[in-house]
Nanobody, 121 residues
């Protein structure tokens, strides 16, 4: 019913920037919290940044001051602006959303398929 599609990943040199986008498509739903997670090879998936429907944000310590999460509620889209990228930022980045299907009284988690970010030294 809900599709999450990420875009914007790629190869960038250390110190460079990328902007990730994730759009939720479909009908009959509302989105509450949204966020970005990442998973590097051999490591556990971790929360990078999250944003509530009211705009409150939270960041992993490793990205504070470098990454900015934002959202456009009218477009059901969340963004992650990544500046001053480091090789340790290399990972598959996944979009996440807590989705409320209209008529339900609970949220369901939805995930995108991921977009790869590679930062070279």
């Amino acid at each position: 019913q809900v599709q999450m599609v990420e875009s914007g990943g790629g190869l960038v040199q250390a110190g460079g920037s990328l902007r990730l986008s994730c759009a939720a498509s479909g009908s009959g739903f509302r989105i509450n919290a949204m966020g970005w997670y990442r998973q590097a090879p051999g490591k556990q998936r971790e929360l990078v940044a999250s944003i509530t429907s009211a705009g409150s944000t939270n960041y992993a310590d490793s990205v504070k001051g470098r990454f900015t999460i934002s959202r456009d509620n009218a477009k059901n889209t969340v963004y992650l602006q990544m500046n001053s990228l480091k090789p340790e930022d290399t990972a598959e980045y996944y979009c996440h959303a807590d989705v409320r299907v209209i008529g339900d009284y609970y949220d369901n988690p939805y995930w995108g398929k991921g977009t790869l970010v590679t930062v070279s030294s």
